[in-house]
């Protein structure tokens, strides 16, 4: 099992505090979902369509392109990792039937020709004074390397903040590896800070987890994004 897989069957094993909002975001369908996305936009003059799935609503080519682009960008990471790279796990995961994506693809392309996704669900998380709530984990935030710096990756996360906003949720949070230099960058670019003394598994000795200053509305108080290396 891997260290995502870990922290989401410890998530799982414990109680929400603001169980009506986690109840309403999880039954929420992708038409709802996709009504908070914004799309079309155009980003560095092309234009992109985004579109909210469920898992298991799409299609054998969308899951191929989705798995083609993560692959091509992490497997290096997860082979050089403890963890290991296990494709079979990590698409148990990926396409879990609680999983969320938002994907995009050129404005006038087919649905398979994603160029960029996230993966998220409705979760919850114990925040520092050891209390449940409600959060947007997102469980991957992947680019094409053929549009790399193309504005889609922030863009994705804009989505994801809007989500978690629309359905209740008091932080977005998501895992990274420490050696992903790249991404470590783009996170703290967008506005995500340390928070220390986190790790989920003794074995974690290089983690620490980011927050960022909350601009939800609501009840949402700031957002953060935990990072794990080996």
């Not at 109680?15 to 309403?24: A, I, L, N, Q």
């Not at 039937?97 to 995009?104: D, K, N």
């Not at 996704?117 to 449940?132: L, Y």
């Not at 989500?163 to 506005?191: D, I």
Request: with cysteine; net charge positive; hydrophobic share 40%.
């Amino acid at each position: 099992m891997d260290a995502i897989a870990e922290a989401n069957k410890a998530r799982s094993a414990r109680k929400v505090s603001g169980p009506s909002s986690r109840r309403v975001s999880c039954q929420a369908t992708a038409g709802q979902l996709q009504d908070t996305v914004e799309s079309p936009r155009v980003l560095n003059g092309s234009a992109y369509v985004f579109e909210a799935r469920k898992a298991s609503s799409l299609s054998a080519a969308q899951r191929n392109a989705v798995w083609d682009i993560f692959a091509d960008n992490m497997r290096q990471s997860y082979t050089a990792s403890s963890f290991g790279w296990d494709p079979p796990q990590k698409k148990r995961e990926m396409f879990h039937i609680q999983a969320r994506f938002v994907l995009a693809r050129p404005a006038e392309s087919k649905d398979a020709d994603v160029l960029a996704f996230s993966t998220f669900r409705f979760e919850s998380e114990e925040n520092v004074d050891g209390v449940e709530e409600p959060v947007l984990y997102c469980y991957e935030l992947q680019v094409s390397r053929r549009v790399k710096r193309s504005g889609l990756g922030t863009a994705l996360m804009s989505d994801l903040e809007r989500l978690a906003a629309r359905w209740g949720m008091r932080k977005v949070m998501l895992t990274c590896f420490l050696t992903n230099v790249e991404a470590l960058a783009f996170y703290r670019r967008v506005g995500f800070v340390p928070r220390e003394h986190f790790c989920f598994r003794a074995t974690c000795s290089s983690a620490a987890q980011f927050h960022r200053g909350s601009h939800l509305s609501g009840p949402a108080d700031e957002f953060r994004v935990s990072f794990f290396g080996q």
